[in-house]
C-alpha cells in the first residue's frame, strides 16, 4: 500500500532563504507524487505533479520537486522564501493500486517565514 | 480554468440532524472524491467513486455516510445523523480519465456540528 511520511509538522525560515520541506513514499508500484498547498482557511492548490516524466518538477510559485527513486523522496523546495509562501504543505501520493485512484495524504508541514 | 464548487462554503447543524454537502466536479472529469479534515490534522479519504458507484471507501465511511450523483452535474455527500466528531472542512475532488492525474480539489464545505 501507498504511503507517505512529511518529516518535520512544522519548519520556519527566514524570508530569502531556502526552503526545504521533506517527503518519503512507501510504494510497491512506480508512485505518482503531488505536493499542495493550503492557505488559513482555504482549500488545496495543487504546487506540482510527478507523474513519471522528467525527475525535477517544477511548480507554481517558484516551487520545484525532485522525484529520487533511490531515497524514494518528493522533497519540496524553493530557492527565496517569500512571507507570502507562509501556508499548510501537504505531500501526497495516487494510491493506483486501487480503481478509485485516491490520494493519499501526509501530515503535513506548516511553514512559517520570518521577515 | 475549470473549478469544483462546493456548497454551502460553512453549515451549522445540531447534532442528530441529517446534513448534505454538495459538490459540482468538473465536467468533463469521472472520479470522484470526498476527503475531510478535522482542525488541525491531516486530510483524510473516504470516499471515491466512479462510473455511478463506490469503487472504495475508508474506515471513516460507515453507515452514516453515502453518497450520490442525483444528476449528471452534482455529486453529494450526505451525514445521516452527524455527532460532534463530524466537525470539519469537507473536500471534493474530481480528475479525468485521461491519466495526467489531474486532481482538482473545491474550497471545501466547513461542517460544525452543535
Known amino acids: 500500500a501507498q504511503s507517505v511520511t512529511q518529516l518535520g509538522s512544522h519548519v520556519s525560515v527566514s524570508e530569502g532563504a531556502l526552503v526545504l520541506l521533506r517527503c518519503n513514499y512507501s510504494s510497491s508500484v512506480p508512485p505518482y507524487l503531488f505536493w499542495y498547498v493550503q492557505y488559513p482557511n482555504q482549500g488545496l492548490q495543487l504546487l506540482l505533479k510527478y507523474t513519471s516524466a522528467a525527475t525535477l518538477v517544477k511548480g507554481i510559485n517558484g516551487f520545484e520537486a525532485e522525484f529520487k527513486k533511490s531515497e524514494t523522496s518528493f522533497h519540496l523546495t524553493k530557492p527565496s522564501a517569500h512571507m507570502s509562501d507562509a501556508a499548510e504543505y501537504f505531500c501526497?501520493?495516487?494510491?493506483?493500486?486501487?480503481?478509485?485512484?485516491?490520494?493519499?495524504f501526509g501530515q503535513g508541514t506548516e511553514l512559517s517565514v520570518k521577515p | 480554468e475549470p473549478e469544483v464548487t462546493q456548497t454551502p462554503s460553512h453549515q451549522v447543524t445540531q447534532m442528530g440532524q441529517e446534513v448534505i454537502l454538495r459538490c459540482v466536479p468538473i465536467s468533463n472529469h469521472l472520479y470522484f472524491y470526498w476527503y475531510r479534515q478535522i482542525l488541525g490534522q491531516k486530510v483524510e479519504f473516504l470516499v471515491s467513486f466512479y462510473n455511478n458507484e463506490i469503487s472504495e471507501k475508508s474506515e471513516i465511511f460507515d453507515d452514516q455516510f453515502s453518497v450520490e450523483r442525483p444528476d449528471g452535474s452534482n455529486f453529494t455527500l450526505k451525514i445521516r445523523s452527524t455527532k460532534l466528531e463530524d466537525s470539519a472542512m469537507y473536500f471534493c475532488?474530481?480528475?479525468?480519465?485521461?491519466?495526467?492525474?489531474?486532481?482538482?480539489f473545491g474550497s471545501g464545505t466547513r461542517l460544525t456540528v452543535v
Open positions: 475532488a474530481s480528475r479525468p480519465t485521461d491519466g495526467s492525474y489531474g486532481y482538482t
Open positions: 501526497a501520493v495516487s494510491d493506483l493500486g486501487n480503481q478509485g485512484g485516491k490520494l493519499i
